[in-house]
């Protein structure tokens, strides 16, 4: 009997870990939930109305960056892309350089530029004789 493999065709949807969230999804909701939870719980110096506003705050931005995704992007994203259009220079201007001043080329001296080049040191023979020199020998 011949085997049938099936090859995946979905593959730029994100797998569904639970209730039908991503597991991106789930993971901003615990981030979200945790934060508010420790600001619950750390700051009981704090009265009883703006600890609940700033937890329920958090846990709203939770829900709201987890399940809402405008565009097909998710909620981050937009406000990342937001924060860079708002912070990120718009305007481009072209500016000219000034032209530096020309130098004549070849030296004065009258030398091709072959004769101007460096000779390194591990170029030469035993006897220390260049080898622009050598090839200048009849």
Known sequence: M????EL?????????????????Q?????????????????????P????????AGLALLGLLLALL????????QWILAALL????????????VPEEPR???PDASGQDWAELAPEPGWL????RTPVAARSRQP
């Open 26 to 46: 789930l993971l901003r909701l615990v981030v979200c939930a945790s934060l508010a939870y420790g600001l619950w719980d750390q700051t009981p110096w704090l």
């Open 8 to 24: 995946p065709t979905h593959l730029q949807v994100e797998d569904t870990l639970l209730f039908g969230l991503t597991v991106r």
């Open 69 to 76: 995704q405008p565009g097909g992007r998710p909620l981050d």
């Open 48 to 55: 009883a109305p703006p600890r609940i506003a700033l937890a």
């Open 103 to 105: 130098t004549r080329h």
């Open 2 to 5: 011949p085997r049938v493999y």
């Open 85 to 96: 259009f708002a912070l990120l220079p718009r305007l481009r201007l072209w500016r000219r």
């Open 124 to 127: 030469a023979d035993q006897d």
